[in-house]
């Protein structure tokens, strides 16, 4: 998301990365790892509930397509960072795009630990949310 | 009841790292990507 995030700005959108994890130890992370956009926390796993975040299972994590996938991401340059004692390891992420109304217009719910969308499908909803911002306007100009 | 598309999202109470509650409503985008992480690393 990072490599997509000016191309966000620019169409008038900003991005929230939301962890489970608590304030202290987002912190640490985003002081270590710092990123352009907000990361912020959601200790008691309310946000994660509301948008209906799924579990994965020990099994799932250490299938071989997975630990493949990590592998992958290491190779790209991620490195693993070690969970803290009392971290979900099976809680899943997922990817939303809300409107300006808070209006749900975009829903992706990760269905094993490495699966997001890919990121050129977020800006092109992003795209057509502005698209349809500005139709919107030119309509209410003209009558 | 898992919120659908086209569903309004309540105006969620997030913590900054610093320890400050925020609001989903405090952040005036055009549109808002939420990116839920798995742990942190």
Redesign the interface.
Known sequence: VQTIYPQIRELGGDVLAISFSPPARVAAYIQRYPLPFPVLSDPDQHAYRTFALEKTSWWTMLRPTSILRYLKLMVRGWLPWSPAKDDDLLQLGGDFILDEHRRLVFAYRSSEPTDRPVAKILVNVMRSIEEKKLEQEETEKTE | M???????????V??????TA?R??E???????????????
Do not use: C, K, W, Y
Request: charged share 20%; hydrophobic share 55%.
């Open positions: 898992a919120i659908q598309l086209g569903e309004v999202v309540e105006d969620l997030l913590v900054r790292p610093e320890g925020v989903l409503s952040f005036p985008a055009r549109a808002l990507v939420m990116i839920f992480l798995r742990h942190l690393g």
